[in-house]
């Protein structure tokens, strides 16, 4: 019989250590968000449930398939796991449980990787 349990501060760790600073909480406009999408010299931010995390140095974000998220709060396209634009919009609380949960774990996943630069300013979805 294993003795093996499963911690839930393990879940999404990364395979490589991730040294973080402490998250920020200083207020970001959506118009400066939209400029933070990794283009000409700028940083690359994507947004969940109001906390801005700075995704810079990974290419999904700037010339990957996860390009769709940066500069915006794509709360509602990680919880439906969809690359659709009309779906990158802070929204999530209407949305079944099970795609709440999994926006949740996109929570997880990227607080384990990526500094917490801000919170979208006027931020009504942080529930």
């Not at 000409?40 to 109001?50: Q, R, S, T, W």
């Not at 802070?90 to 949305?95: H, N, R």
């Not at 795609?99 to 942080?126: C, H, P």
């Amino acid at each position: 019989m294993s003795t093996e349990t499963t911690s839930s501060s393990g879940k999404f760790a990364p395979k490589n250590p991730v040294q973080l600073n402490p998250p920020k909480d200083d207020p970001i406009s959506l118009e400066q968000l939209s400029k933070c999408d990794g283009t000409a010299e700028n940083p690359c931010y994507v947004a969940i449930k109001g906390q801005i995390f700075d995704v810079t140095g990974n290419k999904a974000y700037t010339e990957g398939g996860y390009k769709v998220f940066a500069g915006k709060d794509a709360s509602r396209a990680l919880a439906k796991s969809s690359l659709k634009p009309e779906d990158c919009v802070p929204e999530w609380e209407d949305l079944p449980e099970t795609e709440q949960k999994t926006l949740n774990d996109w929570i997880t996943f990227f607080s384990k990787r990526y500094n917490i630069v801000g919170t979208v300013e006027g931020a009504q979805n942080m529930g």
